[in-house]
């Protein structure tokens, strides 16, 4: 006996069934339940219809197994704990004391970080698309575009998804609106508040002019071989200050594969920009012949 917690002291991932289990590879997106939780029985209703061998499954999650069962029976009992152990920890990670532990998860990134360009390394947070087992692997869902993915690993793809519910994100994002990502943009600055401030479709008529100006501008510069100019003329600063963050910056992500563009979506990119240019072109001569029209109406 004595032996024993020496060893286990030494050997800290060995020291507990649950310490153990998280220290496996692919158990990353677990976190600690409290034994407390796991000891008080009413917690657990319900599950000893889900998992076979239910009592020598939670002794073995809280390392009280009799140390007798042979290899064959342990090895049963064990794949039995596992699935144990996720289903009381999709019950968990809903209560106050798993969300505040799941909340540091998802703030390290444990849980992996939004593919999408635009989400600019947004933290995920896992999601089950059933809360009954054997159903479907858990996904990752992201709070800034609202989508979900399945995740890199292939170990943490494998996970039941039914191990983290579906009410998962929505609870965590409900107890701690402050680490909600902001979806608007910040409102712009409304210097003369008035008709120049005036939306339309959402955007300040002041932006509107602008991009009509850069339109204009970039018609006139009439270089057709650099398709690409569209994506770099938009970071040039544009006259007045633009509202910072607001309409006026529109972020275009280009596909590339190795740098290179993807061919049938470059294609259409440049189909896209060349309709643009034109139609700047008439915008600008429709402008001018309106301009020479006032001229001669002036003249008489
Ligand atoms: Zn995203």
Request: charged share 25%; with cysteine; proline share 7%.
């Amino acid at each position: 006996m004595m032996e024993d917690l020496s060893s286990g002291s030494s050997d800290y991932a060995a020291n507990t069934w649950i310490a153990w289990f998280l220290s496996t590879k692919g158990n990353e997106y677990f976190c600690e339940i409290d034994e407390d939780y796991i000891l008080d029985r009413f917690n657990l209703t319900g599950l000893n219809t889900e998992v076979h061998h239910y009592f020598q499954a939670l002794d073995m999650i809280t390392d009280t197994l009799d140390e007798s069962i042979d290899d064959e029976s342990r090895e049963k009992i064990e794949s039995q704990a596992r699935l144990l152990y996720g289903l009381i920890h999709a019950r968990y990670i809903i209560t106050t004391r798993g969300l505040a532990k799941m909340l540091e998860k998802y703030k390290r990134g444990d849980f992996g970080r939004c593919p999408r360009v635009l989400c600019h390394h947004q933290p995920l947070l896992p999601v089950g698309l059933s809360d009954l087992p054997f159903q479907r692997p858990v996904k990752l869902y992201c709070p800034l575009c609202e989508d979900i993915y399945s995740p890199k690993s292939s170990r943490h793809g494998s996970i039941d998804g039914a191990f983290f519910g579906s009410s998962f994100p929505h609870m965590l994002l409900m107890v701690y609106p402050h680490v909600l990502p902001s979806k608007t943009p910040p409102p712009a600055p409304q210097p003369n508040p008035g008709l120049h401030w005036q939306l339309y479709g959402g955007i300040p008529a002041e932006v509107l002019h602008q991009r009509a100006a850069m339109l204009e501008r970039r018609a006139r510069a009439d270089n057709d071989d650099d398709i690409f100019s569209f994506g770099s003329a938009q970071h040039t600063p544009i006259g007045s200050p633009a509202p910072s963050g607001g309409e006026g910056s529109i972020e275009r992500i280009r596909p590339r594969i190795f740098g290179f563009p993807v061919h049938e979506i470059s294609r259409l990119m440049a189909w896209q920009e060349r309709k643009h240019k034109e139609q700047a072109a008439r915008i600008a001569q429709f402008r001018d012949q309106t301009t020479k029209h006032e001229h001669t109406s002036t003249g008489n």
